[in-house]
C-alpha cells in the first residue's frame, strides 16, 4: 500500500484521509458514481497522470469508456489510446473493467504514483464488487434484494414527508415462446436489450430491478399516478418499436405488458403496493396483453357488491411488540482499540481473541495484515503484507481465527486459499488443491479447494469449517488441512428467491453451526450431522429480523447466556428453550445487535446508535463473544475500531 513507502509525515496524512475518505463512500451511503469519480479526480490532483479513466469489459473482450476524469473530459478521445491498463476484476476472477491512463506528465511515472494507481485500483475492485452485489448478472439492473430495501426506504421517506411512491412492474409478452423457438441464449439477449431499452427510457426518474425470470420492477418515488402511466405507455411503446438482431441472421420484436400502483392512494404499505402493481399487470394481460394498466382503474372497472354481500373486514391484530429486557443499562461498554494509539490507519475485516495469551488479532482486508493487540488496546505487532501465491503474503484476507496451540489462521479469499500462520508471521500451510504452472492457487469448485473463501471457524473437536461465497458450500478440514467433508448450502425456501450468500459462520456450544446469509439476510442452522434445523430471521427493521446484517458469534461458554437467562426471570420473560445464545450485528441504518436462543427465537436488542456519544453510531462489522462470556465489537471506522460490551447482571 501507498502508505508503506510514504517518509514524509505530512504526505502520508494526506493519503489516509483521501483512503478513509473513499472507504467511507464505499461503506456509507454507497454511490457507485460518486466513488469512481472521486478516485478519477484524486489520480490527477496526487500523480503525474493527466488523464485517467474507467473502461467497463464485456464478456467478449470489447472495451468501453464509462467515467472519465476532469481533464480527461475536456479532451478529443477519438485518437488517444491508453498508455497504461490495470484490470480489474470481481470476486470470480473476471475482468470486468480497466483503470486506463492515457496522458503521463513529462513521460515520468515515479515510483509512487504506480504506488497510488495500484491502491485505487483495489479501492476501484472494492466499489465493483460492492455494486455487483446489488446488480443482477445478466441484465446489469439492480437485484431483487436491492429492490426489497430500496422501496422500503422510498416507503418509509414517502410516509415521512407526505409524498407519492409509483411502481411500474412489466412483463415480456409470450416470452416463453422466444426461448422456445429461439433458444434460451436468444432469451438472454433479449433480456438485455429490454434492459437497455428500459433503463434508456427511465433514466434518472426511477430505480430499475430484474424482479424476476423476464420481469422488471421500477421504482418511482414522488411520482403520481399520470406520471407513472406516462412512463410506463414510454416503456411500452420503446419495447415494441425494437427489433433485436440475434446475430444469427434472424430479429426478434417483442412487447410486454406493464401494471402500476401508487403509494399511499393504492395501498397502505409495501406488500399491499407490490400486489396491487402486479394485479394491475394481470389486468393488462388479460385485455390483450401490450397494454399499460393501473390498479386505479381496475378499481374503478370492478361493481360495487351490494350492501348485503359486503363482508365486514375484521380488524388486523395488533403488532406483537417484544418485552424489552434492560438492556441499554446492564452493559459496560469499554473502547478498547483506538486509531490515535496506531500510526498507520487500518481497515479490519475481522477479529479473534486467543484467549490464552488474551491476545487481540485484527486482519486487514486492504493493507493485506495481521495486527495483533494487548487488552490495553496497544499495538503489539503485526505480520503479512500484500501479494499472491502461497506464502506469508495475502490478497484480501477476509477472517481470522486460532487454533489450540496459538497459530493464525486466514481466509485469504484473493488467493482463493486458507493459510496458516505462526506467531511470527511464517506460513506453515496453505490450503488448495487446485494451482496453477507457478504452483500458485487456483479458484476451483473441486473438494479441498477454493472460490472466494470468506470466513472459518473451529468446531469442538478441533476440525476447521470454511465458507465459501462463490460455490455458496462449507468445507470441513482437520488440523492438518486434510479435506473431510463438503456441505451445499441448498436454495430451500421460496420466501427467500436469493441465492445464499454466506459471509460468516460460527459454532454454538452443543456443536452446531450458524451461517450468515447476506443475500437473503438470515441466519441458518446447522446440527453435527450438517442437516439444516432451523432459518432465522429474513429482510426487515422489524426486532427479530436483520437489515445490514455483517456479523455473527454463539456464546461458547455458556457465561453470557446464563447472565440474559437471569434477565429474562427478573423482567417475567420466557426464556429460551435449548442451545448457547447467538449473537447477530448489523451496520446498515438500523445500528444494533441482536440476542437469538439456540431454536433462533428472538430475546433482545441493544441499539448502539447512541452507546458512544464522542464517536456518534457504532457500526458493527463483525463481533466475537469470548469463553467468559464479553462481547468484543470491530468497528467500521475510527475512532474506535475495538470495543469490549461486558453484561453486568445483578439481582434486584
Excluded at 52 to 67: I, T
Excluded at 220 to 236: C, D, V, W
Excluded at 523 to 533: S, V
Aim: glycine residues 8%.
Amino acid at each position: 500500500m501507498l502508505y508503506d513507502s510514504q517518509d514524509n509525515l505530512a504526505s502520508w496524512t494526506r493519503t489516509s484521509v483521501i483512503i478513509n475518505e473513499i472507504l467511507n463512500m464505499i461503506n456509507f451511503d454507497f454511490d457507485m458514481n460518486n466513488v469512481v469519480n472521486k478516485v478519477l479526480e484524486s489520480i490527477e490532483q496526487h500523480t503525474n497522470c493527466r488523464g485517467v479513466g474507467l473502461s467497463e469489459v464485456g464478456f467478449r473482450g470489447e472495451k468501453e469508456l464509462k467515467f472519465l476524469s476532469p481533464h480527461l473530459s475536456q479532451m478529443e478521445l477519438s485518437e488517444l489510446i491508453p498508455l497504461i491498463s490495470l484490470p480489474i476484476t470481481l470476486t470470480n476472477n473476471r475482468v470486468t473493467h480497466t483503470l486506463d491512463i492515457y496522458i503521463v506528465e513529462g513521460n515520468n511515472l515515479p515510483r509512487r504514483d504506480s504506488e497510488f494507481l495500484s491502491m485505487f485500483r483495489d479501492l476501484l475492485g472494492e466499489a465493483i464488487n460492492k455494486e455487483a452485489t446489488k446488480r443482477d448478472s445478466l441484465t446489469g439492473l439492480f437485484s431483487r434484494a436491492y429492490f426489497d430495501n430500496q422501496l422500503q426506504l422510498e416507503i418509509l421517506d414517502a410516509t415521512k414527508e407526505g409524498w407519492n411512491v409509483g411502481l411500474v412492474i412489466l412483463d415480456i409478452d409470450h416470452f416463453k415462446n422466444i426461448n422456445d423457438t429461439y433458444g434460451h441464449p436468444v432469451g438472454d439477449l433479449v433480456l438485455q436489450a429490454l434492459a437497455k431499452v428500459v433503463l434508456n427510457t427511465v433514466g434518472e426518474q426511477g430505480v430499475c430491478a430484474r424482479y424476476g425470470g423476464e420481469e422488471i420492477a421500477i421504482i418511482l418515488p414522488q411520482t403520481n399516478s399520470k406520471s407513472a402511466i406516462k412512463l410506463a405507455e414510454g416503456i411500452r411503446q420503446a419495447i415494441e418499436n425494437e427489433v433485436i438482431d440475434t446475430g444469427e441472421g434472424q430479429t426478434v420484436s417483442l412487447t410486454a405488458s406493464l401494471g402500476t400502483a401508487i403509494y399511499p392512494q393504492d395501498s397502505r404499505d409495501i406488500n399491499s403496493l407490490i400486489k396491487n402493481a402486479d394485479k394491475a399487470l394481470y389486468q393488462a394481460k388479460e385485455a390483450g396483453r401490450n397494454k399499460v394498466s393501473t390498479f386505479s382503474t381496475e378499481l374503478v372497472e370492478v361493481p360495487v357488491p351490494r350492501q348485503e354481500e359486503v363482508v365486514p373486514t375484521k380488524e388486523a391484530p395488533p403488532t406483537p411488540v417484544a418485552t424489552a429486557l434492560p438492556l441499554q443499562g446492564r452493559f459496560k461498554i469499554m473502547p478498547l482499540v483506538k486509531c490515535e494509539k496506531l500510526s498507520r490507519p487500518i481497515n479490519p475485516s475481522g477479529i479473534f481473541l486467543e484467549e490464552t495469551t488474551h491476545t487481540i488479532y485484527l486482519v486487514d482486508s486492504v493493507a493485506c495484515r495481521i495486527y495483533s493487540f494487548n487488552m490495553n488496546g496497544e499495538l503489539i505487532t503485526r505480520i503479512g503484507g500484500k501479494g499472491e501465491g502461497r506464502g506469508s503474503r495475502m490478497n484480501h484476507p477476509t477472517s481470522i481465527t486460532c487454533d489450540r496451540e496459538g497459530n493464525i489462521w486466514v481466509t485469504d479469499s484473493g488467493n482463493h486459499c486458507v493459510k496458516k500462520f505462526d506467531q511470527v508471521g511464517n506460513c506453515l500451510l496453505c490450503i488448495s488443491d487446485t494451482l496453477d504452472e507457478m504452483e500458485n492457487p487456483l479458484p476451483s469448485p473441486r473438494k479441498g479447494s477454493f472460490n472466494l473463501p470468506y470466513s472459518l471457524t473451529f468446531e469442538r473437536d478441533g476440525n476447521l469449517l470454511v465458507v465459501e461465497r462463490i460455490n455458496r458450500r462449507v468445507q470441513r478440514f482437520d488440523p492438518q488441512g486434510n479435506f473431510l467433508a463438503e456441505i451445499n448450502i441448498p436454495q430451500l425456501y421460496p420466501d427467500y428467491p436469493l441465492r445464499p450468500d454466506p459471509t460468516d459462520i460460527c459454532v454454538d456450544g452443543v456443536g452446531n453451526y450458524i451461517i450468515l446469509d447476506a443475500a437473503n439476510n438470515c441466519l441458518i442452522k446447522f446440527d453435527r450431522n450438517d442437516k439444516i434445523t432451523a432459518r432465522i430471521g429474513r429482510f426487515g427493521t422489524e426486532l427479530g429480523d436483520f437489515s445490514g446484517l455483517s456479523g455473527i458469534d454463539a456464546d461458547p461458554s455458556g457465561m453470557l447466556t446464563r447472565d440474559l437467562m437471569a434477565l429474562c426471570r427478573s423482567a417475567d420473560k420466557v426464556t429460551y428453550k435449548e442451545g448457547t445464545v447467538l449473537v447477530s450485528v448489523e451496520m446498515g441504518d438500523h445500528s444494533r445487535i441482536q440476542f437469538f436462543d439456540g431454536n433462533g427465537e428472538y430475546i433482545d436488542m441493544l441499539d448502539l446508535s447512541t452507546i458512544d456519544p464522542s464517536s456518534g453510531p457504532i457500526r458493527p462489522r463483525d463481533v466475537l463473544v469470548d469463553g467468559e462470556g464479553h462481547i468484543f465489537l470491530l468497528c467500521q471506522e475510527p475512532p474506535t475500531l475495538v470495543y469490549l460490551l461486558v453484561l453486568e447482571y445483578k439481582s434486584g
